[in-house]
C-alpha cells in the first residue's frame, strides 16, 4: 500500500542519512573549495580538522535539516518510482529499459520539490565551519605578517546560524522562490541521477530473484542499491559540484561567485580546469553506496520483514 511504502522510504532515509552524513559533509566542503584558500586536501584530512576545530558532532552539522526533510525526499522518490514503474507497464509485462528510464526520471521530477530547499539550507551549515576556518587562518596570516598588529588583532568569532534563521531571512528577503535557489541544476543532477539509478538496480536486483514472484535476498537488494548508487553518483558529480557552487550563499576568501549554471560551468572550467568537476566524487559514492543500499534494503523488503530476517528465527 502507499502508506506502507511511505513509511518503508522515510524510515530508509533516516537510517542512512545517519550512518553516512559526515561524508557528505566532507563531500560539500570538498566541492565548495576553489582555488583561493584551500583548507583540505582530502575527506580524511576534512573529516581529521572538522573534529578538531568543531568537536565530533561537527561533522553533523546540517543533519537537522536532512533528517526532518529525508523521510518525505525519499518518500516522494522511491513511491513515485513505483507509481511511474506501474502506469508504464502494458498488463503487467516487463518493462522496456526505455520506460524504466522514464519512471526514474518522474521520480527524480517529483522528488526536487523537497530535495531543493533541503539541499540548500544543508549546504549552508556544512560549509560554515570551513569559511569559519578560513577566515581565522588568513587572520592568523596577517597578524604574523604585520608587525604593528601584533598583539592587537581580534579573534575571528564564529556565529552559528541555524537553518531555521537561514529560512526565515530566505522567506523575508526572497519570499518562497529563496528556498529554490538552484532548482534548475538540481534538476540537472537528480533527474539523470534517477534515470541511470533505478534501471540499473531493479536489473541488478533480478539476479538474485530465484524466482520472478519471489523477493530477493535483502544482501542482494542492499548491493545492488550500493552499485547502482555509486555508478550513477559518479556519473552525475560534475552536476553536483555545479549545484553545490550555485545553492551556497557565502563565499570564502577569493572565491568565485556564479550567476547561473552556463556562468558557474564556465569558470569553474577556466579557472580550476575539468578535473574540478570530479571534486568529491569519492566522497559521494561513498554517501550514496550505502545511503541507498540501505535505502533499498527497508524499501523493497519492508522494515518489518527487514528486522525479522536479522532477528534469530525461533521455532516451537
Known sequence: SLPA??????????????CV???????????????????????????????????????????????????????????ANDFFRHHLSKDGKKLTLLREMLAGCGAGTCQVIVTTPMEMLKIQLQDAGRIAAQKKLMAAQTQLSSSSAAGSAEPVVETRTTAT?????????????GLYKGLGATLLRDVPFS??????????????????????????????????GSTAAVAVNPCDVIKTRLQSLQRGVN??????????????????GPMAFLKGAYCRALVIAPLFGIAQVVYFIGIAEFLLDMLPKHRA
Do not use: H
Open 5 to 18: 511504502k511511505l513509511i518503508n522510504g522515510g524510515i530508509a532515509g533516516l537510517i542512512g542519512v545517519t
Open 21 to 79: 552524513f559526515p561524508i557528505d559533509l566532507a563531500k560539500t566542503r570538498l566541492q565548495n573549495q576553489q582555488n583561493g584558500q584551500r583548507m583540505y586536501t582530502s575527506m580524511s584530512d576534512c573529516l581529521i580538522k572538522t573534529i578538531r576545530s568543531e568537536g565530533y558532532f561537527g561533522m553533523y552539522r546540517g543533519a537537522a535539516v536532512n533528517l526532518t526533510l529525508v523521510t518525505p525526499e525519499k518518500a516522494i522518490k522511491l513511491a
Open 165 to 177: 534563521q537561514i529560512t526565515r531571512e530566505l522567506l523575508r528577503s526572497k519570499g518562497i522562490t
Open 195 to 228: 534515470i541511470v539509478y533505478f534501471p540499473l538496480f531493479a536489473n541488478l536486483n533480478k539476479l538474485g530473484q530465484k524466482d520472478p514472484n519471489v523477493k530477493a535476498p535483502f544482501y542482494v537488494s542492499f548491493l545492488s542499491g550500493c552499485v547502482a
Open 255 to 272: 572565491e568565485d561567485t556564479y550567476s547561473g549554471i552556463l556562468d558557474c560551468t564556465k569558470k569553474i572550467w577556466q579557472n580550476e
